[in-house]
């Protein structure tokens, strides 16, 4: 249920509002407008509506809210599109495309700047680089680990590049803490609840990956798991699902973009790498969701994919990255975008 507040309401008739909510066992998110305040009540519906709210000071209306996501719902958002700064790169917003990108994982201090260095000079926005590899195979490489956040975070330092870098254990949460600047959730963690709340917990910004054969409702409902802990900011990623289609590693789902900017308030970026995992479809996909609307898209990028150790297929060569973001750069541009 959604309470509104009038144009006029105080901010003790708020906190009365919020009060009456907690004491109710009702969790109250406070959204400041322009004009009014709405107050989200997420709880049991049929209770809320029995609270009589209606009845206290300042109070204009009680409204259901039909979805089954909350607070990462536009219906509840009551506000402007989310968008925050990652070291001074806009995310979100509609003023700005977010190219982030990197290699698959971390190999070495060298492998790593070398395509931060490619990356930033052809103008991306951010870093990425997995330490902590979430393999199919636990018999496959599974990261440097602590080292690779340590690389991550030498090049940051480096390069100016603000690092993504998926975190997939709560044990490590305060080295993620330190060392990177977005946390990313990957498709196999979506639902793993507890490390939502996590993440939700550590101030940063987070990057939440759909899962591999995740509805955009569950997407949605992942993401109140971080908002609920009162981190807003958070970054959707459509990464391809599985279907019927066998021909490309996953089925980019170009679609999922303007429904989610329909429904969420929430920045939507897309990787095309995981998604195809076919470097020569990552330019067109990339093309696309800008032209769909993303907020920016993850690529993976290697100095020479061919010895890579994970998902050598689907990266970029470093030498054809600035080629390829220009290209990207100028689909954004379509929409009116320019590069975070
Ligand atoms: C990744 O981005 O490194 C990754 C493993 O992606 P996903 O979780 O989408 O498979
Ligand atoms: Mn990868």
Known sequence: MMVVMTPDATPAQIEAVVERLEAAGVHAKVMPGELTTAIGAIGDPEGVREMGLEGLPGVDQVIPISRPYKLASSELSHHEPTTFEVDGRRVGGGETFCLIAGPCTVESAEQTREVARVVAAAGASMLRGGAFKPRTSPFSFQGLGLEGLEILADVRAETGLPVVSEMTSASVADRFADAVDVI?????????YGLLEVVGKL?????????????LDELLMAADYVL?????RVILCERGIRTFD???RFTLD????????????????????????DRRLVGPLS?????????GIIVEVHPDPEVALCDGPQQLFAADFEGFAREV??????????LA
């Open 184 to 192: 990313q959730v990957g498709a196999r963690n979506m639902q793993n």
């Open 287 to 295: 093309r696309a969701a800008a032209a769909a609307g993303a907020d």
């Open 329 to 338: 750069e100028a689909h954004a541009g379509l929409l009116g975008r320019r």
């Open 254 to 277: 170009v679609g999922a973009v303007p429904w989610l900017k329909l429904h969420t308030h929430l920045p939507v970026i897309v990787d095309p790498s995981h998604a195809s995992g």
């Open 246 to 248: 066998t021909a490309m």
């Open 228 to 232: 609920k802990e009162g981190n807003e």
């Open 203 to 215: 101030d940063k910004p987070v990057l939440l990956k759909r899962g591999l054969s995740s509805t």
